[in-house]
């Protein structure tokens, strides 16, 4: 089965530290890039970051730019994001989504998403 | 403030016709860049709908549409039905931010 499903959040002060995961099942992981997304509560949909196939290519959005770091193993079909120096405004339920084009230009959109994780940033 | 800009919500009976406009700018629906939409029911995974403006995916019912003119881009759904009761999303490129960048969102209630 086609899927995706992230692990790793939880609550977390302010300034701290999570690393969440993305496990990817029933498609050729490498061959494709691949997004973190969120939903703040109450809010809508913001694109966080997305890594190219290979990992050799990376973007953030600038909300995140500096703290974030996406990563993959692709032996793991594993997709991860680090996230550092977490604020109050980072609370949101992360997608792991697959991306369809190329992170490298223009035409990239999301055509399978995960369940998502909720992130908790309080103190 | 959503870089594209959506209805919060819009409302019809079981039947009808509704549209869901996404309006941008000149650094992103207007400089060309295509736009994609898609369903979200809280707690779920979201589903694409309508990528590249127009297109459905195989499994999505032809009562989606999708067109983009000028700045703008709209969904359109025919024969509402109790099941699309959800929120829906636009997305598409930004070449300022130089990343994809979403609507608001848009809060459909089938009467």
């Known amino acids: 089965e086609v899927q995706l499903l992230e692990s790793g959040g939880g609550f977390i002060q302010p300034g701290g530290s999570l690393r969440l995961s993305c496990a990817a099942s029933?498609?050729?992981?490498?061959?494709?890039?691949m997004s973190w997304v969120r939903q703040a509560p109450g809010k809508g949909l913001e694109w966080v970051s997305a890594?190219?196939?290979?990992?050799?290519?990376?973007n953030y959005a600038d909300s995140v730019k500096g703290r974030f770091t996406i990563s993959r193993d692709n032996s793991k079909n594993t997709l991860y994001l680090q996230m550092n120096s977490l604020r109050a405004e980072d609370t949101a339920v992360y997608y792991c989504?697959?991306?369809?084009?190329?992170?490298?230009?223009?035409?990239?959109?999301?055509?399978?998403w995960g369940r998502g994780t909720l992130v908790t940033v309080s103190s | 403030q959503s870089v594209l800009t959506q209805p919060p919500s819009m409302s019809g009976a079981p039947g009808q016709r509704v549209t869901i406009s996404c309006t941008g700018s000149?650094?992103?629906?207007?400089?060309?860049?295509?736009v994609h939409w898609y369903q979200h029911l809280p707690g779920t995974a979201p589903k694409l709908l309508i990528f590249?403006?127009?297109n459905r995916p195989s499994g999505v019912p032809d009562r989606f549409s999708g067109s983009k003119s000028g700045t703008s881009a709209s969904l359109a759904i025919s024969g509402l039905q109790a099941e699309d009761e959800a929120d829906y999303y636009c997305?598409?490129?930004?070449?300022?931010?130089?990343?994809?960048?979403f609507g608001g969102g848009t809060k459909l209630t089938v009467l």
């Open positions: 989504a697959k991306v369809r084009g190329s992170v490298t230009t223009s035409y990239w959109y999301f055509d399978l």
């Open positions: 029933g498609f050729t992981f490498s061959s494709y890039a």
């Open positions: 890594i190219s196939g290979s990992g050799g290519s990376t």
């Open positions: 000149s650094s992103n629906i207007g400089s060309g860049y295509d």
């Open positions: 590249g403006n127009s």
């Open positions: 997305q598409s490129y930004d070449s300022s931010l130089s990343g994809s960048v």
